[in-house]
C-alpha cells in the first residue's frame, strides 16, 4: 500500500471496515476490532492515524511489529492477517493490519467474541456467538442430517418418493437410477445413512399422522383476518404434513381466499379478472419458507396470514451466513439452510439452486404493477410481505355490500383517473341498468368509498383517496 492510498483511507473516516488508532499502544484495542471484523465482512486497522483521520504515523520497529503480532496471537482460533509499514513523514510510519472475513467464525479475543456495528466493536451476545457457531459447524452437524429416531421407510410416503424422482428424470435434474426401490432412492437422495434415515426424510415424505405426533414443528398454519390487524378471524386453520402436502394446502387456500381485482385495459371497454397478488411469487414465497426455516424449533411452523391490506408468508428462523433482506433483492449465491431438502426440492422443480428465488418473486409482482415484497427478519421467524397496488375493500365493509357493489369498488381500483357511469355500465360482468348503478353509486359515496368530479352525464367516479389527475 501506498502514502497515497493511507492518506485516501484516512481521509474517509472511519467505518464498519476500517478504524484508526494513533499507535501500537492501542494494539490491545486494536486487536478486538480485528475480532470483531473477523466475525464480520473483514476491514483494516491503520497505527499511527489519529480518529479525526490525520496522518501522523509513528516510530516503527522490527520489535513494534513483533508486539502487534503477539497480540493478535491471542485471537482464536488462530489468524494470520496482513501486516504492511508505509512510510510517511520524518522517518515514520504507518502500520496497516488487514484480515478478511474469517473463515472459522466465530473469533473471540481473550475468551470474549466481539461484533462490527458501525464503527464500533461491542462484545457479541450468546445467542449470536452460538448462532454464529451453528454456521460454523453446519456443513457437518444440522438438524436435517442427524438420524430421526423410530422412523422406518413405511411411515414415509413411498408414492411421493417415487414422484420426486419421476418428476427429476422429466426435468432432466437426474439421471434415471433403473430402479422405483424407495430405500434405494431415498440413498441416492442423501435421506439415508448407516442405514438410519435422517430428518430431512420425514420432512420431505413424512406421512401426516406421524407428523403431528413426532415432528409436530412439520406444520402449516393459515388464516384470513378481518380488517389489517389480528383481533378478528375469519378463517384459521392448521395443517400437519410433509413439504409437498403443505405446499399443496398453502396453494389450495390461496386459490380458495385470495381476492380477485378487477381492471379495465387502457383505450378498451373490457374488464379483466386477476389475483391480487401472483400466484407464481406467491408459490416462490412458500416454498422458500417450506425449504429455509429451522426445522429444528420444536414449535415452528410456516404461517400464511392473508389481511385487507397485506399478505405475509412467515417461517420459523432466520437468515444466515451474513445474508440480509436487502442482500436477498441483489444477485447472491445460494446458502440454503438445509442443503439435503432443498436438493430434492430442486430436483422436485419447486426451487432453483441459483439463489433466484427471491429475485424471481421481485420480477413477478413489477410485472404484476405490485411494489416489491418486503423481508423482514425479526423475532426468531422471517416474513415475505406482499402488498396490492390497488385498492381492496375492508372485509368490515365488504361483508354489507352486494356482489355488483363490490364489483363497481374492484373495477374502480383499477382506473386510478376515474371511469365515467357508461364505463362503469359495459365493463361490469354482469349488464344493469344505468338508474340501479346510480343508487349503487350513491350509496358507496354515502359509505364514503367513492367519489365523483363533474356534473351530468360528464362526472367522473374513482375511489376515495384516489382522486383523478
Not at 485516501?8 to 499507535?23: D, I, Q
Not at 382506473?415 to 365493463?427: F, H, T
Request: one cysteine or more; proline letters at 6%; glycine letters at 10%.
Amino acid at each position: 500500500m501506498t502514502r497515497e492510498q493511507v492518506e485516501r483511507l484516512a481521509g474517509g473516516g472511519e467505518t464498519e471496515v476500517l478504524e484508526f488508532k494513533t499507535t501500537t499502544g492501542e494494539r490491545r484495542e486494536a486487536t478486538r476490532t480485528l475480532c470483531a471484523m473477523l466475525n464480520h465482512r473483514g476491514g483494516q486497522v491503520l497505527f499511527g492515524v489519529t480518529p479525526d483521520g490525520r496522518m501522523i504515523g509513528q516510530q516503527v520497529s522490527g520489535h513494534t511489529v513483533e508486539e502487534v503480532a503477539q497480540t493478535i496471537k491471542e485471537i482464536d482460533p488462530p489468524v494470520f492477517p496482513s501486516v504492511e509499514r508505509v512510510p510517511v513523514n520524518d522517518g515514520k510510519e504507518v502500520l496497516v493490519v488487514t484480515v478478511t472475513q474469517g473463515q472459522v467464525r466465530p473469533y473471540s479475543y481473550k475468551g470474549i467474541a466481539y461484533r462490527r456495528v458501525g464503527n464500533t466493536s461491542p462484545a457479541m451476545s450468546r445467542d449470536e456467538y452460538n448462532q454464529m457457531l451453528l454456521e460454523r459447524l453446519h456443513g457437518q452437524q444440522r438438524w436435517e442430517n442427524e438420524p430421526v429416531s423410530g422412523w422406518v421407510i413405511r411411515d414415509l410416503d413411498v408414492t411421493e418418493i417415487v414422484r420426486t424422482i419421476e418428476e427429476a428424470v422429466r426435468r432432466g435434474r437426474a439421471d434415471d437410477p433403473g430402479t422405483r426401490d424407495p430405500e434405494a432412492l431415498l440413498r441416492g437422495f442423501g435421506l439415508i445413512r448407516d442405514g438410519r434415515l435422517l430428518h430431512a426424510a420425514p420432512v420431505l415424505f413424512g406421512r401426516a399422522e406421524r407428523l403431528e405426533a413426532e415432528l409436530p414443528q412439520c406444520l402449516l398454519r393459515v388464516a384470513r383476518f378481518r380488517g389489517t390487524d389480528r383481533t378478528e378471524f375469519l378463517d384459521n386453520r392448521q395443517f400437519h404434513g410433509n413439504v409437498f402436502d403443505l405446499l399443496a394446502r398453502a396453494e389450495r387456500f390461496l386459490r380458495d381466499t385470495l381476492p380477485v381485482a378487477g381492471r379495465v385495459l387502457p383505450g378498451l371497454f373490457e374488464r379483466v379478472d386477476a389475483p391480487l397478488y401472483p400466484p407464481l411469487a406467491l408459490r416462490e414465497a412458500l416454498a422458500n419458507a417450506l425449504c429455509h426455516r429451522d426445522y429444528s424449533i420444536g414449535g415452528g411452523s410456516v404461517a400464511v396470514a392473508l389481511y385487507d391490506d397485506r399478505l405475509e408468508v412467515t417461517s420459523s428462523g432466520m437468515l444466515h451466513f451474513g445474508l440480509t433482506a436487502a442482500a436477498l433483492f441483489a444477485p447472491h449465491e445460494s446458502l440454503p439452510w438445509n442443503p439435503l431438502v432443498a436438493r430434492v426440492l430442486y430436483r422436485r422443480g419447486i426451487i432453483e439452486s441459483w439463489g433466484r428465488g427471491t429475485l424471481k418473486m421481485a420480477e413477478l409482482t413489477t410485472q404484476a404493477g405490485l411494489p416489491r415484497p418486503e423481508i423482514e427478519d425479526a423475532g426468531g421467524c422471517v416474513t415475505v410481505r406482499f402488498r396490492p397496488s390497488r385498492y381492496v375493500a375492508p372485509q368490515r365493509i365488504a361483508r354489507a355490500l352486494t356482489a355488483r357493489q363490490q364489483s363497481v369498488l374492484q373495477l374502480l381500483s383499477g382506473a386510478p383517473d376515474g371511469l365515467a357511469l357508461r364505463r362503469i355500465v359495459v365493463a361490469l360482468p354482469e349488464r344493469a341498468p344505468e338508474w340501479e348503478l346510480k343508487t349503487d353509486l350513491a350509496l358507496l359515496k354515502q359509505l364514503g368509498l367513492v367519489e365523483t368530479t363533474g356534473h351530468g352525464r360528464g362526472a367522473c367516479w374513482f375511489l376515495a383517496g384516489k382522486p383523478s389527475a
